[in-house]
């Protein structure tokens, strides 16, 4: 009989299901989707390589109840920041920020193409949680187009360039160096989409790189920027 986690079966349950989540999340930022087999995942998390199939039928099942936590926990984040602020080009930052943030947090953006590698179905699932953190982005840029902040131009379009320019970006582990990422990114893609530049101080440059880096190293790569980490490949839903 499996080793039971928690004080009752339903603590159990979910507490499985978390470690399987953040078992997919770990995997997620050292391969490719496809290439994850159910039986690494379980191992990942500690759980018996039959016992797994109690809580998820495929590993696309799994990939998809992770997105639905992982979008959720986004909209709850991005409700406390935006809760008070009314500046709408502050609201933007704090969108990129937690945006960024989120990615980070669960790797997103070091997956492949999700949805070249899963059954249409699931696909279309994917879809449908892009759509709805969409959708937070769209309201905030259709409001900073009527107020004047920034020129009237085709919505749908501008959420999709913003979200690939996130979504391209893996932020450092260093605070300092993740700081100063998300000001940079932050300003591009505020400037990018038409604010004002001087509203969009760029943060102060970084110190050279090292005599002797590589070129192709993490902090040396031809076109990258100091204190942004190129992705693999970035989350395409």
């Given at each position: 009989?499996?080793?039971?986690?928690?004080s009752?079966?339903?603590?159990?349950?979910?507490?499985?299901?978390?470690?399987?989540?953040?078992?997919?999340?770990?995997?997620?930022?050292?391969?490719?989707?496809?290439?994850?087999?159910?039986?690494?995942?379980?191992?990942r998390?500690?759980?018996?390589?039959?016992?797994?199939?109690?809580?998820?039928?495929?590993?696309?099942?799994?990939?998809?109840?992770?997105?639905?936590?992982?979008?959720?926990?986004?909209?709850?984040?991005?409700?406390?920041?935006?809760?008070?602020?009314?500046?709408?080009?502050?609201?933007?930052?704090?969108?990129?920020?937690?945006?960024?943030?989120?990615?980070?947090?669960?790797?997103?953006?070091?997956?492949?193409?999700?949805?070249?590698?899963?059954?249409?179905?699931a696909?279309?699932?994917?879809?449908d949680?892009?759509?709805?953190?969409?959708?937070?982005?769209?309201?905030?840029?259709q409001?900073a187009?009527?107020?004047?902040?920034?020129?009237?131009?085709?919505?749908?379009?501008?959420?999709?360039?913003?979200?690939?320019?996130?979504?391209?970006?893996?932020?450092?582990e260093?605070?300092?160096?993740?700081?100063?990422?998300?000001?940079?990114?932050?300003?591009?893609?505020?400037?990018?989409?038409?604010?004002?530049?001087?509203?969009?101080?760029?943060?102060?440059?970084?110190?050279?790189?090292?005599?002797?880096?590589?070129?192709?190293?993490?902090?040396?790569a031809?076109?990258?920027?100091?204190?942004?980490?190129?992705?693999?490949?970035?989350?395409?839903?």
């Open positions: 009989m499996p080793k039971i986690i928690g009752t079966l339903a603590d159990h349950r979910e507490l499985t299901r978390q470690h399987l989540f953040d078992a997919l999340s770990e995997l997620m930022a050292e391969r490719p989707f496809d290439s994850l087999t159910m039986s690494e995942i379980a191992q998390a500690g759980v018996g390589r039959t016992a797994v199939y109690n809580h998820f039928a495929d590993k696309e099942s799994l990939l998809l109840a992770f997105m639905n936590q992982t979008v959720a926990q986004f909209a709850d984040l991005l409700t406390d920041a935006l809760a008070g602020e009314d500046d709408v080009i502050e609201r933007l930052r704090i969108y990129i920020r937690a945006h960024l943030e989120w990615t980070r947090r669960y790797h997103l953006p070091q997956t492949m193409n999700l949805r070249s590698e899963m059954s249409a179905q696909g279309s699932h994917l879809r949680h892009a759509h709805l953190v969409g959708r937070v982005l769209a309201g905030i840029l409001e187009m009527d107020q004047g902040r920034i020129p009237s131009q085709d919505t749908r379009t501008l959420v999709s360039l913003v979200h690939g320019t996130l979504t391209g970006q893996r932020l450092p260093d605070p300092r160096r993740r700081e100063r990422a998300v000001l940079l990114i932050q300003a591009f893609v505020l400037r990018g989409i038409g604010a004002e530049a001087a509203e969009q101080p760029l943060p102060a440059l970084a110190p050279a790189f090292p005599a002797g880096t590589p070129v192709g190293s993490p902090t040396g031809r076109g990258s920027v100091p204190g942004i980490v190129p992705s693999r490949a970035a989350l395409s839903i």
